[in-house]
């Protein structure tokens, strides 16, 4: 049985890795991959599989990055969108990622528009408290 639930922290994962360069990802699972008879060690565990290409598809379909997918479950990365740096840049501190996912355990979860709405705010509270140089 397959949890189809979305996991934001393989959400930032991904992003992290897209913008650190990555440049495909092979969510063919082992068992296709020797159902076919190709080299399956490279390949995930089928559950994994699923997770990487499902959220992959939701990184996608939300407008986060944009992909190009091959017939044998390889997806090439072609960027991330302007949302998604948007997203990534509020998102990519430890203590501001620590602190949205402390809120999303306490709430039982939340959409990634709240998600992106409270990463924002945090963010817009810690530029405000820089103060400018030269003064």
Known sequence: MVAWQ????????L???IEGGRQAFCALPRSAAEAMM???EDCLPDAEARK????LSLLESAGLARFSRLSNGNWHVRGLTWNGHELLDNIRREDIWEALQDRHRQLGGFSME???D??????????????????
């Open 6 to 13: 979305r996991d934001i922290g393989e959400i930032r994962r």
């Open 15 to 17: 992003l992290l890795e």
């Open 38 to 40: 190709l080299p399956a």
């Open 52 to 55: 990487l290409a499902y959220h």
């Open 114 to 116: 709240i998600l992106s």
């Open 118 to 135: 409270l990463a924002k705010e945090m963010m817009r509270r810690e530029a405000g408290r820089l103060e400018p140089s030269g003064t």
